[in-house]
């Protein structure tokens, strides 16, 4: 994908900048992966192992054949189905709410809370692996606005609607055995939530939601549990194995119904079950409605511009700066990187580039480090600047040229928002800035936010959107000033907005800003 694509910018940032400088935040829910971020670690619970249980319950009552139901972050309005008891649903999709945001003016291009149970498995899965288990994340599920079927399978649920079930979500017996105990080698079955499989003699002061393992490495996604119930020691594969109350059985019932054949072909070695999981997994997040269509998948961008902005001063001076981030997998740290430019009528100069200075590391924790590089320059408004290039300098290589796959990485210099001018009142009104290019005889101003906004019935938030008019304000310059005026937002982090300004023979457009920094 070319840069800006702000789907695969997003979703990206959240997957890869998981520790130190420019840290999305996302990932350290479940750092280290025994964490509970939602209460107290007294309860037994754990964050990671919820995170795969979500994705498998929204998934769960996928019908493919119809094209409905699958990873579309239903599961919001459906808590309170007995068939998703426990503290798992709302725990994690509250975590997830402050994360959503919309990148562009359509709500079917935002980064969805279906995207962020995509990925939560991927990180729960890639960090408690350490990280051997990697499933390709792929962005572009759309968010359902109500419930969808019943039908996840519970501990009571007989063997032949468990398998029926499992099939209409397009998953045989063997699938359906094999992602059950990828799923069950994190976590729990706690008293509380399922008191018909643990009894309360679990709960103790340490443990006071009554948690019992499903193996004896409950944080770490391996083979254990695979192991313990084929072998018949430590936790014999947990609670829905061993549990007292035969009705609730059900991974029993589940592993014995092709006789462990399917078991006993996963045990042959722990990477067998590794790559067996990484494909189930990636099977069930990616089963969607038929009207979804997935991205492709989101590697890591080696070569990153990360807040990179025109901003223009009080006389009118233009400023560019920003970071270009590199992964260690590729780079050094002592690697000397140049931003270079084109003018905004295309033409280059020697004079046209800057150095990016080392200035921070980041951590990723399935992908190396990250370095950040910053630059911060002037530009003269007359020439203005249309695209930049990035030079990679090492002693003793030839330099290497990223050209976003040829034409260079666009900056719009015609209409600029000016994120660091906004202001909030005490009321919680919010007052904007933008500049456009005097020149360019705008005739129209405006801009479409995208805010969001709480919805009826799920925690997942939903994206509103409403059209602003910037009025006039004065000069800058080359530039003229636009100010607007916003009533409150509930999540003034995630608000976006796209400004729009009509010209005499073109719209200039800045795209996904956020309205602060
Ligand atoms: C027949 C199918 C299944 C049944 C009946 C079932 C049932 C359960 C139950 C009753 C719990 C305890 C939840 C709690 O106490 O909070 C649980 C936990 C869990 N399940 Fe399943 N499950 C099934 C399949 C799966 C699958 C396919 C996955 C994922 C791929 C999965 C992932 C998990 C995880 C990670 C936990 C631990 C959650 C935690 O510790 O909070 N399960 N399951």
């Given at each position: 994908a070319t840069w800006p694509n702000h789907v695969i910018d997003e979703l990206e940032h959240l997957l890869v900048d998981t520790d130190g400088f420019n840290d999305a935040g996302f990932q350290k829910a479940i750092t280290p992966c025994s964490n509970y971020v939602s209460g107290s670690q007294l309860l037994g619970r754990e964050t990671a192992a919820q995170w795969i249980r979500v994705a498998f319950h929204d998934f769960a009552t996928a019908d493919v054949k119809a094209g409905t139901g699958g990873v579309d972050a239903s599961i919001g309005f459906e808590t309170l189905r007995p068939e998703n008891s426990g503290a798992a649903m709302n725990d994690s999709l509250g975590f997830f709410a402050p994360f959503v945001n919309a990148h562009a003016s359509t709500t079917s291009s935002m980064i969805t809370v279906a995207d962020m149970i995509a990925l939560s498995i991927i990180m729960s899965v890639g960090t408690c692996s350490n990280p051997t288990v990697a499933i390709p994340l792929r962005g572009g599920r759309i968010d359902a606005t109500e419930g969808g079927s019943f039908g996840v399978p519970e501990p009571e649920t007989d063997i032949e609607t468990t398998l029926n079930q499992f099939s209409l979500a397009g998953f045989s017996q063997s699938d359906a055995i094999g992602l059950t105990i990828c799923g069950h080698t994190l976590g729990s079955v706690h008293h509380a939530g399922f008191p018909q499989v643990v009894?309360?003699?679990?709960?103790?002061p340490n443990n006071t939601g009554g948690g019992i393992h499903f193996?004896?490495?409950?944080d770490v996604f391996d083979v254990d549990v695979l192991n313990e119930y084929l072998e018949w020691?430590?936790?014999?594969?947990?609670p829905l194995v061993?549990?007292?109350?035969?009705?609730?059985r059900s991974d029993l019932r589940l592993y014995l119904s092709d006789n462990n054949a399917t078991l006993q072909g996963l045990a042959e070695s722990s990477s067998t079950f590794r790559s067996t999981c990484a494909s189930l997994l990636t099977r069930m997040i990616n089963t969607t409605p038929a009207s979804t269509q997935l991205t492709d998948v989101i590697d890591p961008i080696e070569v990153k511009p990360v807040n990179v902005s025109l901003t223009v001063g009080g006389s009118g001076e233009l400023h560019f700066s920003g970071y270009i981030r590199l992964l260690s997998a590729a780079f050094q740290y002592s690697d000397e990187v140049v931003v270079s430019w084109t003018s905004r009528a295309g033409s280059s100069s020697p004079g046209f580039n800057t150095r990016a200075t080392a200035v921070a590391n980041g951590n990723s924790s399935m992908f190396g480090e990250t370095f950040y590089h910053f630059f911060n320059t002037s530009i003269d408004p007359s020439a203005g600047i249309s695209a930049f290039n990035v030079t990679i300098l090492r002693g003793g290589s030839a330099p290497q040229i990223f050209s976003n796959g040829g034409g260079g990485y666009p900056m719009e210099d015609v209409a600029i928002f000016l994120p660091h001018e906004t202001t909030i009142a005490s009321n919680g009104s919010i007052s904007m800035s933008a500049v456009v290019l005097t020149a360019a005889n705008a005739q129209n101003v405006s801009a479409t936010i995208s805010a969001p906004s709480p919805q009826l019935g799920t925690l997942s938030p939903t994206i509103v959107q409403s059209v602003v008019a910037f009025e006039k304000s004065g000069t800058r310059g080359l530039y003229t000033t636009y100010s607007a005026t916003l009533p409150p937002v509930s999540n003034l982090r995630q608000t976006t907005l796209d400004l729009t300004a009509s010209g005499d023979r073109t719209v200039y457009r800045d795209e996904f800003r956020r309205i602060t920094l």
């Amino acid at each position: 994908a070319t840069w800006p694509n702000h789907v695969i910018d997003e979703l990206e940032h959240l997957l890869v900048d998981t520790d130190g400088f420019n840290d999305a935040g996302f990932q350290k829910a479940i750092t280290p992966c025994s964490n509970y971020v939602s209460g107290s670690q007294l309860l037994g619970r754990e964050t990671a192992a919820q995170w795969i249980r979500v994705a498998f319950h929204d998934f769960a009552t996928a019908d493919v054949k119809a094209g409905t139901g699958g990873v579309d972050a239903s599961i919001g309005f459906e808590t309170l189905r007995p068939e998703n008891s426990g503290a798992a649903m709302n725990d994690s999709l509250g975590f997830f709410a402050p994360f959503v945001n919309a990148h562009a003016s359509t709500t079917s291009s935002m980064i969805t809370v279906a995207d962020m149970i995509a990925l939560s498995i991927i990180m729960s899965v890639g960090t408690c692996s350490n990280p051997t288990v990697a499933i390709p994340l792929r962005g572009g599920r759309i968010d359902a606005t109500e419930g969808g079927s019943f039908g996840v399978p519970e501990p009571e649920t007989d063997i032949e609607t468990t398998l029926n079930q499992f099939s209409l979500a397009g998953f045989s017996q063997s699938d359906a055995i094999g992602l059950t105990i990828c799923g069950h080698t994190l976590g729990s079955v706690h008293h509380a939530g399922f008191p018909q499989v643990v009894p309360e003699s679990a709960v103790t002061p340490n443990n006071t939601g009554g948690g019992i393992h499903f193996d004896a490495t409950p944080d770490v996604f391996d083979v254990d549990v695979l192991n313990e119930y084929l072998e018949w020691k430590g936790q014999r594969g947990g609670p829905l194995v061993t549990t007292d109350n035969v009705t609730v059985r059900s991974d029993l019932r589940l592993y014995l119904s092709d006789n462990n054949a399917t078991l006993q072909g996963l045990a042959e070695s722990s990477s067998t079950f590794r790559s067996t999981c990484a494909s189930l997994l990636t099977r069930m997040i990616n089963t969607t409605p038929a009207s979804t269509q997935l991205t492709d998948v989101i590697d890591p961008i080696e070569v990153k511009p990360v807040n990179v902005s025109l901003t223009v001063g009080g006389s009118g001076e233009l400023h560019f700066s920003g970071y270009i981030r590199l992964l260690s997998a590729a780079f050094q740290y002592s690697d000397e990187v140049v931003v270079s430019w084109t003018s905004r009528a295309g033409s280059s100069s020697p004079g046209f580039n800057t150095r990016a200075t080392a200035v921070a590391n980041g951590n990723s924790s399935m992908f190396g480090e990250t370095f950040y590089h910053f630059f911060n320059t002037s530009i003269d408004p007359s020439a203005g600047i249309s695209a930049f290039n990035v030079t990679i300098l090492r002693g003793g290589s030839a330099p290497q040229i990223f050209s976003n796959g040829g034409g260079g990485y666009p900056m719009e210099d015609v209409a600029i928002f000016l994120p660091h001018e906004t202001t909030i009142a005490s009321n919680g009104s919010i007052s904007m800035s933008a500049v456009v290019l005097t020149a360019a005889n705008a005739q129209n101003v405006s801009a479409t936010i995208s805010a969001p906004s709480p919805q009826l019935g799920t925690l997942s938030p939903t994206i509103v959107q409403s059209v602003v008019a910037f009025e006039k304000s004065g000069t800058r310059g080359l530039y003229t000033t636009y100010s607007a005026t916003l009533p409150p937002v509930s999540n003034l982090r995630q608000t976006t907005l796209d400004l729009t300004a009509s010209g005499d023979r073109t719209v200039y457009r800045d795209e996904f800003r956020r309205i602060t920094l």
